[in-house]
């Protein structure tokens, strides 16, 4: 792999680009892999990354239905934040929040994190005592977060409105630390990273079936036929309840669409990512300068990727009150996810009833933040067969047994 | 230069003049103008800076695909960035300033990129400002983010207002060309309700330009003869100045009406949003013109050959004097007809094409234009505006065997059809090789919930391109007669790079997307770098994700990305169309909904009231509650604790009218409550109250309230306030999913009802005061109700308390509110009477040890963590949550429990603190091992006094913890019972 820089750059100039290599490559399957992971989105390729990186497997094959990263990673709002309530939470989105902080540099391939400060409104005197919780639990959990006036809050966001009629701002929470990243990168770097430690990325392969032997996995039936693995990992979003069927098990998993928006690109105007969760909706401003805007998921399963637009309708409502210079401003695009829901909110990281089968789905809508923790602990989980404390809470089982990681509570809607 | 000519001009009015200002230079044009066509006429070819490289950028189209000439329009409250002049109707007054660039048009500092293009090719970002890791933050991304974004940010809140209406019909055509227009005729005919929507002010489309025969006339007659037949059908709606922007499943279709932009701060809405509901969609949307590739071909003065003819017939306005057209079909012909009968000069045709025979070229040739076969254009010459081109063989590399002066170049690469109606919800393209585009695959339809197809499209954006094709399409799909002459044209051919050997240098300068700065070179590179997939190139390049969304770049950027690859374009398919199919105004989507009636407020009878005597209002789910009632110089802690105080030692009343209230009705209205209560409800006696608690199927406690029997078959249901119409669809979900053949009936009647609490040590005497009904201990007791009248208002008085004292909720009929209010307050008068907010409430029942759902409970509290196994029933064989509740984690001993806390120093535990224990978790976080779930300071025992959850509960009453304080440093609490106040509930039982 031919490292990044500005000296690179200016080289190839000479030659008018020509000479740059691919990013990553694009082979055919092997007959066997040590480790197939199904789904190279972020947290596949992550996963992947980490499988290599820290656990030195790296005969891995990446097999994905599209194109790389066109699921979930390519289409979210690009939040990032760790100011989570549930210590399992805190524990693994603050992971990730550190990867991400030295991201660009380990995968030399910038993903441009930016931590540009995150802030939660508080608009109702639940919601203030929601969050002061919050900054409780945070302390002890070592993840700096704070408090904010309504002042504060101002400062940070000159264009906001605080004292509007329906829903004064009380405060915020406030984390410095958390931010936005370019999405598509995250994938795009990743991709390269593992590719180029001799990792097998797959695009245009669906997985059709699942073969096992015993309650032992075998490989996977694809696209471009069978391929074998001594393990497999499951890490498919919004399809992971048809997957993990063709392994053999149930998920407590449901698909719906999660609408996003963005406006025509204007300069700057507002630095931090702001999320207001009594009026369903988050906004935050892109390098490029658009106004990048989070809605609802739909109260009904579907897998189109398309938006509907009464959630649109309601985030708009609610933005422009929050937010009124943006009245004047133009919808450019709008598109939905499929994203897994749990029961509890929380993600799955776990084993499954399938011998040497894992899976790791269900981030809802709040995946992308996750996505280099999450590897982390899935490729940990997948090396050595058990969970490591990261993943430990996030078993499937915990739905049977009641012991939810209920994240609703603090941020009733979208986290 | 550009100019306006002397006559000509079909959509403007010469008698009228409007004048206007671009950066601040005064111009005038004419009624009918866009504000593209004036600014041409005043000859401002320069009108914009590109968004990566600053480069100086003119008009290019004539249409909603405009991606350089987008303005700053207006001022103050009133601005609005990216406005595309080609689409702004010029009105008087007018003020519109040039984007992105400082400190000027003419002169950008930004320009500098430009001199660096070479290292800056797409993706660089991605391989470089890695090193060192806080210079991303803190250098590089602030220079990125000040030189990208387009228009200014608007400062202050809009002075327009939006609409929003509905509309239903059996067909909506959507585009008022000729082939929408015939569309509307035919289903009109029929009988059917049709709307039919043009997003221009004007109908007609291209035909009136390209000067088609219809019928027998010429089209623009042809064209009035069918708005006037259309007008005078009864089923038809048609509207103009409304675009359809977006298509949704079941028909659903969202319509962007710009009511007022042409006639700014007259009063009327600015825009109007439609929602309408139609059985099928007709998309007579047309088709765009394609740039060609050439080196140069973003210089002010290089346009569509379209946009030329249409500023030419159209306007009256010259985009240059000389006009060089250069093409790959016979439509761009078309323009150098116009041009030469405008009396312009058409110094050559460069015709890319080997052979040029048909019509059109033979008519251009024989008005004495000079036509050059199997030429392309090398390279553009100039600067900020167009001053020649010098043009080579197309079959060759570049080299250079003729230059031409001219100073405005008209291009043709062939048309798309604008298929994004079709697409939004699914509708599957084919690729049509004889013209090189992509157009709606009649086989593979957006469809509706029966499978059948949702859109029907019409004319050319079928792919029908001439007008007698689009209407011989319209006839062939829908029926009708309507004809247009046919002109011969000759086949076009693809022509995606000009030259077609031309080398990287040349490919550097060949602008696909113009306003996002995307080269043929870039996506060559994005190819070559392994981002194959057609979304990968489109978001490293950014090609197609400008505000024109790819309408001009997309095809030519596809089919370069095809030659990349070897690989058809077919088989690299296309980017998903995503709605709207252009920008649609933030404050249209969010309508009316602004200020007060955004999200209006409930208000409870006696609102008026509460904000009369200056009451602290705060925001419970939709309603506003007093939250304490401040006399003069009073806080609002120094309110609410005069409030509570008076309660205990005299009387208090509270508004409670927002409490939930919903009536449950039915032969098996007592079953279901056992099902949805904990503990049993079937049993109560009529006239009597219970207390209840509701969980959700995991068993977490959710609502709680009292349940009173109001006959043999009904049962009133009080909930929180918040929780209301959380309950009701509660209720109505499992009556209508699980229990549907269980005969009840809920209504939710909490706004019909005032509910005013009276309570205190004074209070039976407050209401023997009113009279009217004895409400003395034996025949009103504790936990029972009657009804009757109070005071002369017919009345229902429950015995129930959750403040602690003596305590009456009076319900009356929500027009006798204020009333009972106003009567309760003159009658307490000497018994000191004062009312209360929900601040002293809340104090008053965690002084009892009442929980509260919200605080308490957060969805992950179970009843038996809260001490309440009392209220579950252990006889009944089941009722929601049971299960849930029987499940290991639920059942373990050592859940956190319900217990009080009071602080050694007399302080209040902070909101939110947790109870830290000792050591770390694996994941290197501290152990805790409870929290505060309520926290007050009690003016009745002058402490700090708190409601928590702690592992192992009541059982370690005595212990001393420490809570956490933010910002450092701790709190100690000693554990105690949670009930602080009369232990014995004599109070709320005398």
């Known amino acids: ?415 | 230069m550009s100019t306006r000519l002397a006559k000509g001009g079909r959509l403007i009015d010469r008698t009228k003049t409007q004048g206007f200002s671009f950066n601040g230079k005064r111009m005038t044009g004419f009624a009918g103008d866009t504000l593209a066509a004036a600014l041409l006429a005043n000859d401002q070819m320069l009108v914009g800076r590109s968004f990566k490289y600053h480069r100086p950028r003119g008009i290019v189209a004539s249409g909603a695909e405009e991606p350089n000439a987008l303005v700053n329009l207006g001022s103050g409250s009133r601005l609005e960035p990216n406005q595309r002049t080609t689409t702004t109707e010029l009105f008087a007054g007018l003020e519109a300033a040039s984007q992105n660039h400082w400190p000027s048009l003419e002169f950008d500092v930004g320009v500098a990129n430009n001199y660096v293009a070479r290292f800056l090719p797409a993706g660089f970002y991605y391989k470089t400002f890695i090193h060192p890791r806080a210079a991303w933050k803190h250098v590089f991304e602030p220079i990125i983010r000040q030189s990208a974004g387009l228009g200014k940010a608007p400062k202050d809140r809009d002075a327009d207002r939006y609409e929003q209406a509905y509309a239903f019909c059996d067909l909506l055509v959507v585009g008022g060309g000729i082939a929408g227009l015939q569309a509307a005729l035919v289903a009109g005919r029929s009988g059917a309700r049709v709307i039919l929507l043009e997003q221009t002010a004007h109908w007609g489309g291209r035909a009136p330009v390209d000067g088609d025969v219809i019928d027998g006339k010429p089209a623009e007659a042809w064209v009035k003869d069918a708005l006037q037949a259309l007008g005078e059908m009864q089923n038809v709606t048609i509207r103009n100045r409304c675009k359809a922007a977006g298509v949704y499943d079941h028909g659903y279709v969202l319509a962007d009406e710009k009511v007022a932009d042409h006639t700014p701060g007259d009063g009327r809405p600015k825009h109007r949003l439609w929602r309408i509901r139609t059985g099928r969609i007709i998309a007579a949307t047309g088709a765009l013109e394609r740039p060609l590739s050439f080196a140069g071909n973003d210089l002010p003065g290089v346009m569509l050959a379209g946009a030329v003819r249409d500023y030419t017939v159209n306007f009256a306005v010259s985009p240059g004097d000389r006009t060089v057209v250069v093409t790959n079909n016979d439509d761009a012909y078309r323009t150098a007809i116009a041009l030469k009968e405008a009396g312009l000069e058409v110094p050559a045709i460069i015709d890319a094409r080997a052979s040029v025979t048909g019509a059109l070229p033979a008519k251009a040739r024989a008005m004495g234009i000079r036509v050059e076969a199997g030429r392309a254009v090398v390279k553009v010459k100039g600067g900020k505006r167009v001053t020649g081109v010098a043009i080579g063989l197309q079959a060759g590399e570049g080299a250079v065997l003729d230059e031409i002066g001219c100073d405005a170049v008209a291009m043709s690469g062939g048309w798309s059809p604008v298929v994004h109606l079709w697409s939004h919800c699914g509708g599957k393209l084919i690729w049509d090789e004889a013209q090189a585009h992509f157009r709606p695959d009649p086989k593979r339809p957006p469809t509706n919930h029966d499978g059948s197809a949702m859109v029907t499209v019409v004319g050319a954006a079928n792919g029908a391109l001439t007008a007698a094709a689009a209407l011989a399409d319209v006839a062939a799909q829908m029926g009708g007669e309507a004809k247009a002459e046919a002109v011969e044209e000759a086949a076009m051919e693809p022509v995606w790079i000009m030259p077609q050997g031309a080398g990287p240098a040349l490919k550097m300068k060949m602008w696909l997307d113009y306003q996002n700065d995307v080269k043929v070179s870039d996506v060559q590179l994005a190819a070559r770098e392994g981002y194959t997939s057609v979304e990968h190139t489109k978001r490293y390049t950014t090609l197609g994700m400008a505000t024109d969304q790819g309408k001009l770049s997309n095809i030519n950027g596809l089919a370069v990305l095809a030659q990349s690859l070897n690989e058809g374009i077919p088989q690299v398919g296309t980017t998903t169309f995503r709605p709207p199919y252009t920008p649609v105004t933030l404050g249209a989507l969010a309508g009316e909904a602004r200020d007060e009636i955004f999200q209006p407020l409930r208000r409870s009878p006696i609102h008026a009231w509460h904000e009369a005597q200056g009451a602290y209002m705060e925001p419970v789910g939709l309603w506003r509650r007093p939250y304490c009632y401040p006399k003069a110089g009073e806080s609002h802690e120094q309110a609410v604790h005069r409030e509570i105080l008076n309660t205990r030692k005299a009387v208090g009343m509270l508004d409670a009218s927002t409490l939930g209230k919903i009536i449950v009705k039915g032969p098996d209205a007592g079953r279901f409550l056992d099902m949805l209560y904990t503990n049993v409800m079937s049993t109560l006696p009529v006239g009597k109250c219970r207390y209840g608690l509701m969980c959700n199927e995991q068993g977490f406690l959710s609502d709680d309230g009292v349940v009173v029997r109001l006959t043999e078959d009904s049962w009133l249901c009080h909930t929180t306030s918040g929780g209301a119409d959380r309950i009701h669809g509660w209720m109505e979900d499992w009556l209508q999913c699980e229990w549907w053949d269980w005969q009840v009936y809920t209504a939710n009647v909490t706004e019909q009802y005032a509910q005013i609490a009276v309570a205190g040590p004074n209070a039976r005497k407050v209401l023997e005061k009113l009279g009217g009904m004895d409400v003395s201990k034996e025949a009103l007791p504790f936990m029972a109700f009657v009804e009757g009248h109070l005071g002369g208002l017919p009345a229902r008085v429950h015995r129930i308390s959750f403040s602690g004292e003596l305590s009456y909720e009076i319900a009356v009929p929500a027009s006798h509110g204020l009333a009972l209010w106003q009567a309760l307050i003159a009658a307490g008068a000497e018994f000191g009477v004062q009312p209360y907010g929900t601040e002293a409430m809340h104090v008053m029942r965690a002084e009892k040890g009442f929980i509260m759902i919200g605080d308490e409970t957060d969805g992950t509290v179970i009843p038996q963590d809260l001490n309440l196994g009392w209220a579950i029933s252990k006889k009944k064989a089941d009722y929601l949550g049971k299960r849930g509740q029987e499940r290991v984690y639920l059942a373990r001993a050592d859940r956190w429990k319900l217990a009080g806390f009071e602080t050694l120093d007399g302080s209040v535990i902070p909101d939110g603190a947790y109870i830290p224990a000792a050591g770390h978790n694996p994941n290197g976080q501290r152990n805790t091992q409870g929290r505060v779930t309520s926290t007050y300071h009690s003016p009745t025992l002058g402490k700090g006094i708190a409601m928590g959850l702690i592992r192992g509960g009541l059982d370690r009453i005595g212990e001393v913890v420490e809570f956490t304080k933010m910002g450092g440093g701790t709190v100690q609490a000693r554990v105690c019972d949670p009930v602080f106040y009369d232990k014995e509930g004599e109070k709320g039982n005398g």
């Open chain 1, 1 to 415: 792999m031919k490292r990044y820089s500005v000296f690179a750059i200016a080289r190839e100039a000479m030659s008018y680009h020509l000479g740059w290599e691919r990013a990553w490559a694009a082979p055919q399957p092997k007959k066997e892999y040590d480790a197939i992971i199904i789904g190279a989105g972020g947290h596949g390729l992550a996963t992947a990354y980490y499988l290599g990186k820290n656990h030195g497997i790296r005969n891995v094959a990446i097999i994905e239905k599209g194109w790389l990263g066109g699921g979930n990673t390519g289409r979210n709002t690009t939040i990032i934040r760790s100011n989570y309530l549930q210590d399992p939470s805190a524990a693994i989105y603050d992971k990730a929040l550190k990867l991400y902080e030295d991201l660009s540099q380990d995968l030399n391939y910038n993903v441009m994190f930016s931590p540009r400060g995150l802030l939660m409104l508080a608009q109702t005197h639940h919601e203030v005592r929601g969050y002061l919780r919050t900054v409780h639990a945070n302390t002890l959990q070592g993840v700096a977060t704070e408090w904010i006036s309504p002042a504060r809050v101002k400062e940070l966001v000159p264009i906001i409105n605080i004292d509007g009629p329906r829903y004064p701002i009380l405060g915020a929470l406030y984390q410095a630390r958390g931010g936005t990243a370019r999405h598509d990168a995250v994938a795009w770097g990743y991709a390269r990273a593992c590719s180029a430690m001799g990792m097998d990325i797959i695009q245009q392969c669906e997985v059709t079936g699942v073969r096992s032997e015993n309650g032992v996995v075998k490989g996977v039936e694809t696209t471009k036929g069978y391929i074998g693995t001594k393990k497999l990992g499951i890490v498919v979003a919004g399809h992971s309840g048809q997957v993990a069927d063709m392994a053999g098990f149930r998920l407590p998993i449901e698909a719906v669409a999660l609408q996003a928006l963005v406006s025509e690109p204007i300069k700057p105007c507002m630095d931090v990512v702001v999320m207001a969760n009594t009026v369903h909706g988050y906004m935050s401003q892109s390098d490029k300068g658009e106004m990048v805007i989070g809605g609802g998921t739909d109260g009904f399963n579907n897998f189109t990727q398309r938006g509907s637009f009464h959630h649109i309708e309601e985030t708009l409502r609610a933005l422009v009150e929050t937010f009124p210079m943006i009245s004047r401003l133009k919808m450019l695009r709008q598109w939905g996810g499929i994203v897994d829901m749990t029961g509890d909110r929380s993600p799955i990281i776990s084993k499954t009833p399938l011998g040497n089968c894992f899976i790791n789905c269900g981030w809802g809508t709040g995946g992308f933040k996750a996505i280099p923790g999450s590897g982390w602990a899935m490729a940990d989980l997948m090396a050595r067969g058990e969970p490591g404390p990261l993943a430990a809470d996030f078993n499937m089982w915990r739905f049977r047994e009641g012991q939810f990681i209920d994240e609703s509570v603090a941020a009733g809607v979208a986290h």
